[in-house]
């Protein structure tokens, strides 16, 4: 959400179980991996996921912030946020253990960039 919000919406949201999330994950990561665990940031031909996406991540909202161009529709989608545990404190707590804990790094060949 925090990501969504700095990046002026040019960071797309896009849930792990939402249609969207479901075709890339099927399209990204191999059948045998469990890749809801963390965060994913997908850029050009790499998925950063947890801790390894945190630089790209900043990168990102760094270069929203410089360009200072707010995206068509700056509010963060309703799917994204609408879950109570996500409110949570201790949840919070939790997801940012885990998010510094781990990370992965997996190339991805096919994605082009759409923007850069």
Known sequence: MYAFKFS??????IG????DGEKLRKLIFPADYNETEMFWII???HAYGGRS????????IIKA????KISPSPNFP????NGEICKNKK???SRLYNLLRDGKKFDVKFITPVSN
């Open 8 to 13: 002026r919406g040019q960071i797309q949201c």
């Open 16 to 19: 792990h179980y939402s249609e």
């Open 43 to 45: 850029k050009a031909n």
């Open 53 to 60: 996406g945190l630089l790209p991540l900043l990168g990102l």
């Open 65 to 68: 912030a410089v360009k200072r």
């Open 78 to 81: 309703d799917q994204c946020s």
């Open 91 to 93: 949840f919070k707590i």
